[in-house]
T-cell receptor
């Protein structure tokens, strides 16, 4: 079974731009969660989608948004990028909703904002 | 994923010895706990989980202990191997169904 894939793996953007990251979950998984990982703040929950609906959201500004498609693939978008948005963005898929059970993480997208 | 944190707590253990990684969690209402392992260049990998109605759970070479009285979680790894070198995170889930991660501990296995 193929693992969670994230594209692109690396991205460099300029302040003020926007970016869209993509996540393809494990086949059959309907839950996709997104996390931001930085040296200073560690791993922080962004949001979770299940069956195309956002089930949960972390404490991030409205510039961070996401969506999930009918095939469970998910995208997250960050608008008006700030230097502090530089981070590793991880997605995780699961067969269960609500952060219960085993979540499978992708390798992440390394975003650098200059 | 890449290695995280410039100032993580570190633990160095001789190969073949047992290691214990500790985690203090914050929310007394958390009902579910997970340990993750993150190797350099990879995303976190699920190791083992435990629900709040248990105080111990064993897996292959790993044991998780939960002490709700002092809000403490530990991960024991038996007979450590070089492949165990990684950053280890604990995570807790409260009633809001969000996972909150600890800062992580960098485990180094000395050959």
């Amino acid at each position: 079974k193929a693992g969670v894939t994230q594209t692109p793996r690396y991205l460099i953007k300029t302040r003020g731009q926007q970016v869209t990251l993509s996540c393809s979950p494990i086949s059959g998984h309907r839950s996709v969660s997104w996390y931001q990982q930085t040296p200073g703040q560690g791993l922080q929950f962004l949001f979770e989608y299940f069956s195309e609906t956002q089930r949960n959201k972390g404490n991030f500004p409205g510039r961070f948004s996401g969506r999930q498609f009918s095939n469970s693939r998910s995208e997250m978008n960050v608008s008006t990028l700030e230097l502090g948005d530089s981070a590793l963005y991880l997605c995780a898929s699961s067969s269960l909703a609500g952060a219960v059970g085993e979540q499978y993480f992708g390798p992440g997208t390394r975003l650098t904002v200059t | 994923g890449e290695s995280v944190g410039l100032h993580l707590p570190t633990l160095s253990v001789q190969e073949g010895d047992n290691s214990i990684i500790n985690c203090a969690y914050s929310n007394s209402a958390s009902d579910y706990f997970i340990w993750y392992k993150q190797e350099s260049g990879k995303g976190p990998q699920f190791i083992i989980d435990i629900r709040s109605n248990m105080d111990k759970r064993q897996g292959q070479r790993v044991t998780v202990l939960l002490n709700k009285t002092v809000k403490h979680l530990s991960l024991q790894i038996a007979a450590t191997q070089p492949g165990d070198s990684a950053v280890y995170f604990c995570a807790e889930k409260g009633g809001n169904e969000k996972l909150t991660f600890g800062t992580g501990t960098r485990l180094t296995i000395i050959p």
